[in-house]
């Protein structure tokens, strides 16, 4: 038993059908989801935004440390910064550095080095990761299961965005080490995402793509 506790009043129970109701209608929601690739340079007030990242930080994580950071960019000098970064890995990667196979697994999202979305787009949320904190006094504290806890905020984030009316394309450049350089992020943070947000541009686009059945994807014991 934990040392220091209090009682959890916060748990809401719902009788059955409103549970078959809830759960229900949250998958008819999430399955709206796309990855966007073409954004609307429309304005998003920041609340939203910071709404959607507090969201974010209620994350389950290893030992409760939190090994997360999250930059917002919304200045258009440092997103044109991002946007030459990512290009120029992209270009490698397209070009010079992926294996056929993942290309052809790509092939069918239309994917390619130029990524004018991380202009255009009001906001760029750059995930790190810490793999260890840093107390005021500047001791290391070692991170736990960095990778699933900042896996999972992500999760929420991108879950928050989308039941906030917003969209959002995952972007893995890769190697990321630019965002480092260029936000200013110590090296024991490691760039894990970035996430594009915004409004969809009119009329977008997106890949015909299916997802896998339940039966596929779960096994019931
Ligand atoms: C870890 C991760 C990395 C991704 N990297 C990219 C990327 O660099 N560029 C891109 O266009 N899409 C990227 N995606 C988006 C996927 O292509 C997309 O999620 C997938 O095709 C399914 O489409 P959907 O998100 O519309 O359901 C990434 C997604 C994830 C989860």
């Excluded at 890995?89 to 239309?110: D, I, N, S, T, V």
């Excluded at 972007?171 to 200013?184: A, C, R, V």
Aim: proline content about 7%; hydrophobic content about 40%.
């Amino acid at each position: 038993m934990a040392q220091n506790t209090i009682p959890y009043t916060a748990y809401q129970e719902y009788p059955i059908e409103e549970m078959q109701r809830r759960a229900a209608e949250f998958y008819t929601d999430i399955r709206r989801r796309r990855s966007i690739r073409d954004f609307s340079n429309r304005p998003v007030p920041r609340e939203i935004i910071e709404n959607c990242l507090r969201a974010a930080g209620t994350a389950p994580n290893g030992a409760n440390l939190q090994p997360w950071h999250f930059v917002v960019v919304s200045d258009a000098a440092i997103k044109y910064q991002i946007r030459l970064g990512a290009e120029k890995e992209e270009w490698e990667f397209y070009h010079r550095k992926a294996p056929a196979e993942w290309l052809e697994a790509l092939a069918p999202l239309g994917t390619d080095e130029h990524k004018p979305f991380l202009e255009t787009a009001p906001y760029l949320i750059a995930i790190f990761a810490q793999s260890y904190g840093v107390l005021a006094n500047g001791q290391k504290v070692k991170h736990y299961y960095v990778q699933e806890s900042v896996g999972i905020a992500t999760g929420i984030l991108i879950t928050a965005i989308h039941h906030a009316g917003l969209v959002s394309l995952t972007h893995t450049p890769s190697p990321m080490g630019f965002l480092n350089d260029i936000l200013g992020r110590p090296a024991h943070e490691h760039p894990f995402l970035l996430l594009v947000v915004g409004y969809p541009a009119e009329n977008v686009q997106v890949p015909v793509i299916t997802k896998k059945s339940l039966g596929e994807i779960a096994t019931f014991l």
